[in-house]
């Protein structure tokens, strides 16, 4: 685990756009936090990351954002309207979760069930004023013992 304080939205996007630039196809990022607490900001900061030059808003009336002009697809997911996993069922989220693209994932915590068990948890706690604490967490272990995840985490402690 890696933690981050922010002192405004400009730190917490940089650090959304440092992860952005390492993430690879298949990624899974679950954003958790409360409202305000800056998920939409670092997903601003992925996006930023993976070249894509389009402006990134809570899909929130959506369910998912598809940005596809980057150095690899964004799929976006606000998941605040949703109450129970059964009103995901309708709806394809394994095609997203094992498609090509990096998942972003807010509220993640109402579907962790059916995330990956390899996956980047990352819970954003507002601290005051513009000030926030970000942890940065490797889920799951492959085979050799590490994954992707614990790299880039490493990676960012420098």
Known sequence: MLTITTQGPEQTRAIGKRL?????????????????????????GIANGL?????????????????????????????????TPSQLDFFSIDEYLFGNGVCVIEWAERIEHMLP????????????????QINL???GESSSGSNNYQKIIKSMQG
Request: glycine share 10%.
């Open 137 to 139: 967490i490797s889920k």
């Open 117 to 132: 068990s390899e996956h980047m948890r990352i819970d954003i706690q507002w601290v005051k004023e513009n000030q926030r």
């Open 51 to 83: 070249e894509i030059d389009e402006d990134i808003t809570s899909p929130t009336f959506l369910i998912v954002k598809e940005y596809a002009n980057g150095r690899l697809p964004l799929y976006h997911f606000d998941l605040y309207r949703f109450d």
């Open 20 to 44: 952005g630039r390492m993430l690879h196809e298949g990624s899974i990022i679950a954003l958790i936090g409360g409202l305000g607490a800056g998920k939409t900001v670092i997903t601003q």
